[in-house]
């Protein structure tokens, strides 16, 4: 096989490369910048150079390689191009060639555009790893036109009752979406210092993204009434809110589409935005790449798969015993700021 | 259906009372009276005949979603609820309605005549017009069980609020055995001198739990104590020679209950006292499952009645000579409830004791003897006061015993719902008979979000078996499991059904050797069951 499943990662035998390892290796493929993808500690990194500032930013003083959308780099008759996926600014499919066998890892992706990120292509290849994260038929997104006039509207209302508004989403991908979509003549926009970071980082590698203010302790707390708060999921529940009483607090997360999700976050408000596929888009990106064989990863890996395989479409599990279980504990953890 | 629709929604995005009441009071004031009366009818429990089983709903809908069925069950397990499944797996609508609450209500009662085709063809043509929330309300109304957030009392005060009438007389008038096809909203709500109803019972008064310690309550001599006895509550009603019986959920259950018939021909035209329909036998009170075990049934046998007897334990005179008592200070009426079950004695109508005690510190003593009186605490009523409606602080404390505990290693682990459905959150656990472990009950909540990602992390490393949800795990993990009784179970292999069990506490301290055993468990059962 082009490409093995270790208790690594995804491992390309042939070019003797890892695809987003979780335990540190001599070469490594980043798909994108979050942190169940991008892991300290290996020996050389090769990422798209829009990805590439914030994974430096995050992981320090590493040695990091970049690439164009569509370059191909070639090693021990491999050749390998990064594709847009449609995640979070510079998130890449990463599609490995050798002796005519295509084979496509997918990374995190969504195929609707939002309005920053490169727009999800697809690539026709014989293998497909694919993730899963909302593999079930009860995950269908609604145009982001739609939760987006949603989220105006409350901040509208949130306004008229002299309230701030506060918005979470987590702070690379979800926040500068966020921002980007939102009306800015309702108001000013602040964040959270951890997402003003990443948007100062966006800005140098010449990303228009719209005015934002960055919270601080000087900033008069009466400033802030009328006005919009973009603050990472940890901010619920926590002290730093309480400045920017009285407010109303929201989510906007793929998780929200359920009802008992919406309740436990204790926010006022649940907006559906995700930037991982829905259910038809797993299925449409799985039906326009043509794949002959489709692994899947990352989410509802065995419901997701069977439905394949009673579709027609092989499908096998990206099973390691090491995936298998601690895929699941990535699940719990780490995807609570992620999705 | 879209204006229902929307009060839900705007009742499920807010905790505060305040913006619920108003939500309700404006949805109150724009719609018709049809959709008024259903709206107070669901909110006060009064729901149409569930029309279809859950099976033919769940099949229907993953035809009509174009998923295989056992694909709808795996998204069944991760939603966690039928209803919002539905809503969320059928495809857009292809149409709208504008047809309003009242309209799907008939619908759905129309159904009930219906053949199974008929009521398939209903159930497509009713999802292909109604929006994802409208489906979701819809389905709930159709299958039962729907919380909508808002409690009667709530519902009431905004009721008051459009209607400008006081909340009291409200309360009053929405009591009784109506239904939307047996009243107006004009009959129920607005007619000023409503139809004589003698079988109209007085909302209940519900005592708060007390925090703090009883000495926080003041002088002790301004209180009345007695035992919190764990039935269930009730009001008997004596008007013109007939007897009505209502439990505290406002159901008649006159029927249930035949022990009480005779009150009709002792007690006097105007009576209506407020206590408790307890289980009793032999001169003391029986576990509250053995009153569970006659609730269910359509019919009483003999061979029930006489296992599980009740008795009604009075607590309250409500109103005395048809006149409403309730105004009249607790002291007040209790010197007369004591003076009439006297002197209208029967062996089915018992007074509450009162403790008697002369200190906080003695009723203290008392109140840790609650289990050896099977009751689960003491009560303590303001001897000055009124008898209020609903749940008022101040003037009634229920002062509840410690739960029994017992510690129990983790044997298996089942994943939760919706967000959950990847953390193994549901835990069954075991004590030790020898050198085996019994399982003897499930438990869940309790824990802390870190611990239950804790517990989770070790159910993914430790599994010996997986079967579905479940998985069994090597037993290591020793928990404090509270309970608030105990009970003889046949359907348990370890043979005791806990009631409220939960989980106190994780001890890390303690290896699993040292978790208690079944002779602990039974010595419980011995003392309290
Ligand atoms: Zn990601
Ligand atoms: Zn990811």
Redesign the pocket.
């Known amino acids: 096989m082009l490409l093995e499943f270790t208790d690594r990662g995804i491992y390309c035998p042939q070019a003797a490369i890892f695809i987003d390892p979780w335990k540190p290796v001599d070469k490594a493929l980043i798909t994108?910048g979050?942190a169940?993808?991008s892991r300290w500690g290996h020996k050389h990194y090769l990422c798209t150079a829009a990805a590439a500032p914030v994974i430096k930013y995050r992981l320090g003083k590493v040695n990091l390689q970049t690439t164009g959308f569509g370059e191909i780099h070639t090693i021990n008759g491999v050749k390998i191009s990064f594709h847009p996926a449609g995640?979070?600014v510079g998130?890449a499919q990463i599609r490995l060639e050798y002796k005519g066998e295509v084979w496509v890892v997918s990374?995190?992706y969504k195929l609707e555009e939002d309005g920053l990120t490169e727009t999800f292509e697809s690539i026709k290849c014989h293998t497909f790893i694919t993730e899963s994260t909302f593999g079930l038929p009860i995950y269908e997104w609604r145009p982001q036109i739609e939760v987006f006039q949603e989220i105006n509207n409350w901040w509208r209302q949130n306004q008229a009752l002299r309230k701030t508004t506060i918005l979470t989403g987590y702070a690379l991908?979800k926040a500068q979406r966020i921002i980007q979509n939102l009306d800015d003549s309702i108001g000013k926009i602040y964040t959270h210092g951890a997402i003003e970071n990443v948007n100062e980082i966006l800005r140098q590698q010449n990303i228009l993204l719209k005015d934002t203010i960055r919270v601080t302790a000087e900033i008069p707390k009466e400033e802030y009434i009328g006005n919009i708060v973009i603050a990472t999921p940890s901010a619920v529940g926590s002290s730093w809110i309480k400045k920017f009483s009285p407010y109303s607090i929201g989510s906007a997360s793929g998780w929200m589409n359920l009802r008992g999700a919406r309740r436990r976050r204790s926010v006022d408000r649940g907006f559906v935005l995700s930037?991982h596929a829905d259910w038809k888009g797993l299925n449409t990106a799985i039906d326009l790449c043509e794949a002959e064989q489709v692994y899947v990863t990352h989410g509802y890996t065995s419901i997701f798969s069977k439905w394949l395989n009673e579709r027609g479409v092989s499908a096998g599990i990206v099973e390691t015993q090491f995936e298998g279980e601690l895929a699941e504990i990535g699940e719990s953890t780490e995807k609570e700021e992620?999705v | 259906m879209k204006r229902f629709a929307a009060l839900f929604t705007q009742l499920d995005q807010t905790t505060k009372t305040l913006v619920k009441v108003e939500s309700l009071a404006s949805y109150f004031s724009e719609v018709d009276d049809q959709d008024k009366l259903w709206t107070i009818a669901i909110l006060s429990h009064r729901r149409p005949k569930r029309p279809v089983n859950s099976t033919m709903i769940k099949q229907w809908a993953a035809e009509l979603s174009g998923v295989p069925f056992w694909l709808f069950e795996e998204s069944y397990h991760v939603v966690g609820d039928l209803a919002e499944t539905i809503a969320l797996i059928l495809p857009e609508p292809s149409s709208q309605s504008e047809e309003g609450l009242s309209y799907w209500i008939w619908f759905i009662k129309s159904m009930t005549q219906d053949g199974e085709e008929e009521k398939k063809a209903k159930m497509k043509q009713a999802w292909s017009c109604l929006s994802a929330v409208e489906r979701f309300v819809f389905n709930k109304l159709l299958t039962g069980g729907f919380r909508m957030g808002v409690s009667q009392k709530l519902m009431t005060r905004a009721l008051a609020k459009s209607t400008g009438l006081d909340e009291n007389v409200l309360a009053h008038r929405l009591m009784g055995n109506w239904t939307p096809d047996t009243t107006t909203f004009a009959d129920l709500i607005l007619s000023e001198d409503p139809k004589e109803d003698d079988s109209r019972p007085y909302p209940f008064y519900l005592a708060y739990a007390l925090e703090d310690a009883p000495g926080s309550l003041g002088n002790h001599s301004d209180w009345l104590a007695e035992r919190k006895w764990d039935g269930i509550r009730g009001q008997i009603i004596i008007r013109n020679d007939e007897l009505y019986v209502w439990s505290r959920g406002e159901e008649l259950v006159t029927d249930k209950y035949p022990e009480y018939h005779e009150f009709k021909s002792i007690l006097p035209h105007g009576t209506v006292i407020d206590g408790e329909i307890l289980p009793f036998k032999e001169g003391k009170p029986l576990p509250f499952a053995q009153l569970q075990t006659r609730i269910g049934r359509k019919n009483l046998t003999k061979g029930i009645l006489e296992k599980s007897p009740v008795i009604f334990k009075a607590y309250d005179l409500l109103e005395w000579e048809a006149k409403d008592t309730r105004e009249w200070p607790l002291k007040k009426r209790r010197e007369r409830l004591a003076s009439i079950v006297k002197e209208f004695s029967s062996e089915s109508l018992k007074i509450s004791d009162e403790v008697v005690f002369s200190s906080w510190h003695e009723l203290g003593i008392e109140q840790e003897r609650s289990r050896e009186y099977y009751s689960e605490g003491i009560m303590l009523k303001r001897l000055d006061s009124t008898y209020r409606s609903g749940r008022k602080k101040g003037d009634w404390w229920k002062w509840k015993v410690e739960p029994l505990t017992i510690d129990a290693v983790m044997i298996y682990a089942m994943r939760g719902h919706g967000r959950r459905a990847n953390l193994y959150t549901d835990y069954t656990f075991a004590v030790w008979d020898g050198d085996q472990l019994v399982p003897f009950t499930k438990a869940y909540s309790g824990l802390t979000d870190a611990e239950i990602h804790e517990v989770d992390r070790y159910v993914k490393k430790n599994t010996i078996e997986r079967f579905g949800p479940v998985r069994s795990v090597t037993p290591e993990l020793v928990f404090e499991i509270a309970f608030e009784g105990i009970n003889k179970s046949t359907r348990h292999k370890s043979g005791v059904a806990l009631r409220f069990p939960r989980i106190k506490r994780w001890r890390k301290d303690k290896p699993k050797e040292e978790a208690n055993t079944i002779a602990d468990l039974l010595s419980l059962l011995d003392i309290y069951g």
């Open positions: 994108h979050h169940d993808h995640h979070i998130s990374g995190d991908g930037d992620e």
